[in-house]
């Protein structure tokens, strides 16, 4: 089975703060997504990397950004948190074209 | 700017019953279509995929692809209580490193 490990699953920051989403995937795939969730507004992604210190922007990356320094980890990054930013945060990976696995998913609350 | 686009909700069906969800796409070159199911608090998980147009089906779950209509469906038969639920179709478009793009779901209530 795919397994992708967020390690943060509930958070809770101030605004401001300088966040980091941790996110392994143990399968060696290529591709990894960051996307969030918010009522209403389904998943939008946010960031994907289809290598190792490649990445490419989705449809919201402003006030984000990644790192992907190894092909099993893939980061996001708030560089200065705000109210806004509040949501739930879904890590995915993928092999080639074919589907995603997602991560459990963790949960931002900023104050 | 690629769009899915799922049937308004919230669908509520008996239980014993077929639900129907439907799902269009605006992009003509998309090549593999995806129904993810989510529960509240969960991550979503994979139910089905399609590649073809045509019918597949994996137990009481039927996919459903018309690439020339640009609609892809999701019939449940025989509808239990568990499967209230988000479902969100997904769609992908051509190459190994294409994005995945979401519809908003849509909820599904089955009434014991």
């Known amino acids: 089975d795919v397994k992708v490990t967020q390690s943060s699953r509930y958070l809770v920051k101030r605004t401001g703060e300088k966040v980091f989403l941790e996110c392994v995937q143990d399968m060696d795939h290529e591709n990894m997504f960051w996307y969030r969730q918010d009522p209403g507004l389904g998943l939008r992604l946010i960031y994907f990397s289809y290598d190792v210190k490649m990445k490419e922007k989705g449809d919201i990356p402003e006030g984000y950004s990644v790192s992907r320094e190894k092909k099993e980890r893939f980061s996001l990054i708030l560089e200065s948190a705000s109210t806004n930013q509040t949501s739930m945060y879904l890590c995915?990976?993928?092999?080639?074209?074919?589907?995603?696995?997602f991560g459990e998913g963790s949960w931002l609350t900023v104050v | 700017q690629k769009e899915v686009e799922q049937n308004s909700g919230p669908l509520s069906v008996p239980e014993g019953a077929i639900a129907s969800l439907n799902c269009t796409y605006s992009?003509?070159?998309?090549?593999?279509f995806f129904w993810y199911r989510q529960y509240s608090g969960k991550s979503p998980e994979l139910i089905m995929f399609?590649?073809?147009?045509g019918d597949k089906e994996d137990g009481r779950f039927t996919a459903q692809l018309n690439k020339a209509s640009q609609y892809v469906s999701l019939l449940i038969r025989d509808s239990q209580p568990s499967d209230s639920a988000t479902y969100l179709c997904a769609v992908n478009g051509a190459g190994a490193n294409s994005k995945l793009t979401f519809g908003k779901g849509i909820t599904l209530s089955v009434r014991p």
């Open positions: 992009d003509r070159g998309s090549q593999s």
């Open positions: 399609i590649y073809s147009n």
């Open positions: 995915a990976s993928r092999s080639g074209g074919n589907t995603i696995y």
